[in-house]
């Protein structure tokens, strides 16, 4: 069974006699805009949301929310905004901050606003929400006083669950300092029952306090409870049914299992079905947005169209990790996983294979799936940088019928997502600048048994009327056999003289869609080059 159904199915067990007494299954995921969401965040979207569109399919009466966490305090600078102007900001509220851009409302909402344009890209559609609007509309309220009220039983879960050793005169809020409007330098001393006391100092590394102390209400947007206490009263505030998070989350005695411990025992709820998640990696490296490690998800949002990125959150069960490197081959791999899957859907047998594919696209488009060519991207990333290639015309050919108007149209996308990789991203293995004049010294350094080589596919070039890439490609590799040459000394001799560098596309058809009298012409003359 596919990962999605099958925890869809156990959600739908869990969760049978809520639904029953005409409750919806509550799915609830977040991201802290911080700034720029790296595309590793679209993991917990896709988990989710996929949750959300199979309970659907199955008739079974569920919502699926997220919240733009735009309360938390600026605790890091992102490298790629001004220091000058944002340090002065540090340990502010997000939604207290000016937008990048300055047009839109907030430094939340810019970075907001970018993430969920490509939610609704992919096809999501979850309902959004402000942490900010949540708090100043008084629906934290009831939990908060608890908590206040709660706060030795929660400083003894911290110490007992994560080894945490909070002071005695410790309060799981900090409050909004009414002068400097900071929210990570304020301290809360007392609670009397109606307002906290708090000071503003020089608590965090990242941000300065101002001095000032007082007596303040916490509640209705004035104070946020502490990270691992607030994720705990949100499953009570939103009740909450299901709710993954990265694996760094789910760690014995991590942030979940405090946050299900304080659930338990203060608010008195039972947590939420848990779906812990591996890391989305970029060369190895955990992604991050502050440190700018790895591609943004509006970048890899106009990369990739939505069937491909799909492709990329999804096709793993969340157990095992991503690992997504834009300049490497990661790109060309998901076309070929997409096109494995394509084959088995219309002609295959694997059940799992076939829902894959039938989730890698947009709901709306599941029922009306129809066949058409899917020509290799690699292949369309080569020829996007040969002009001279009709790339229609060769694809017809190797159809062997006339391109329908799907397969134009599918054709055309791979041609404008190949070209920006090869622009933005791709490796040098797959950039191609055909040579009009040979490296003289390059191919007089080739060895008598490499020009033999090569005067040997001359002679095969000329003695057919037209070429066919994989019978090009095979006889090349029994050339290659028969001159006793190891691959690299055969293929980095052919790719020299006409690329000017010893790699290449795949050979056989690369070669067959060069101009042929243009193919014996270089051969000729670097063959006999002494």
Known sequence: MFWA???????EKRFKDRTKGGLPIIIRDEKTLSGRVHVGSLR?????????????????????????NDFDPMDGLPVYLPKEKYLP????????????????????????EEFTRVITKIGFEPE???????????????????????????????KRVSGSDKPSEWYPVNVICPECGKLSTTKVTNWDGTLVTYTCGDYVDWAKGCGASGKISPFNGNAKLTWKVDWAAKFSVFDVSVEGGGKDHSTKGGSRDVANVISREVFKREPPLDIPYEFFNAGGKKMSSSKGTGLSAQDIGELIPPKILRLLLIQKDPKRGIEFVVDGDTIPVLYDTYDKLAENYFHGDNTDQKRLFSLVHNKEKRANISENILPRFSQIAYFSQMPHIDIFKEFESQKGA??????????????????????????EDFKIELQLEIAPQETKDFSREQKEALAEVLEYIKSQKKLDGQELHTKLHEIRKSSGLVANDFFGALYTTFLGKPSGPKAGWFFSVLDKNF????????????
């Open 44 to 68: 917990g979207v896709a988990i989710h949301g996929l949750i959300d569109e199979i309970l659907t399919e199955r008739k079974i009466a569920n919502a699926f929310l997220y919240e733009l």
């Open 89 to 112: 900001f540090m340990g502010m509220p997000l939604y207290k901050i000016p937008s990048p851009d300055g047009k839109a409302k907030n430094y939340a909402e810019y970075f907001g």
């Open 128 to 158: 959004y929400y402000r942490t900010s609007d949540a708090y100043k509309a008084g629906k934290f309220n009831e939990v908060i006083g608890i908590a206040l009220r709660n706060s030795e039983k929660i400083r003894e879960i911290l």
């Open 402 to 427: 006339p391109l329908t108007k799907e397969d134009r149209e599918g054709i055309e996308e791979r041609i404008h997502f190949a070209s920006l990789w090869i622009e933005k991203y791709a490796p």
């Open 519 to 530: 193919l014996e012409k270089r051969l000729e003359e670097v063959s006999q080059n002494t």
């Open 5 to 11: 159904d099958r925890i869809s199915e156990s959600a």
